[in-house]
């Protein structure tokens, strides 16, 4: 997938706001003895790259130092089949070890906390962490799902028109 087609997902209606009322996805990478492994993680959205940010200590930040290929599902909508919307991302995760918190971290609780709940959140994520890894995730493919507006998959598409 090209960079413009993965702009075009990225911004398609619907997609600009789920990206937006949102920093809880699913994180899907494959462990050294080759199971794989889905776990919810926050993000925050850069408009170029996913960001997560984790314990230095976390298994991820070592598999994907050396798996860097993952995919990141973010799912909105719970007013019934209609409502329902996701964003499929596959990409390349660097990590990235920094001190003290991951200015995206900060973002992201920002974004879904209002604004006394995030500064005591940050304060006390400030105690626990002395650095951070900071897992920055490169679309290399995008789809955005809008059940309620028919942009469904392909396959679902192919099915109910016969």
Known sequence: ?????????????????????????????????????????????TGHEFVVATAVTAPKVAVLTDRPAVALSIEGGSGGPTSARALSVRGTARVTIVDGLVDEYVAAARKSMDPEAAAEFVRNCREVYAQQARIAITPTWVRFYDFGTGRIPGFLKDLTAR
Do not use: C, K, Q
Not at 19 to 26: F, Q
Not at 37 to 43: E, K, M, N
């Open 1 to 45: 997938m090209d960079e413009h087609e993965i702009d075009a997902e990225l911004t398609a209606e619907g997609a600009r706001e789920l990206l937006a009322a949102t920093s809880g996805a699913h994180l899907a990478y494959v462990m050294e003895d080759g199971t794989p492994r889905v776990v919810p993680v926050g993000y925050f959205w």
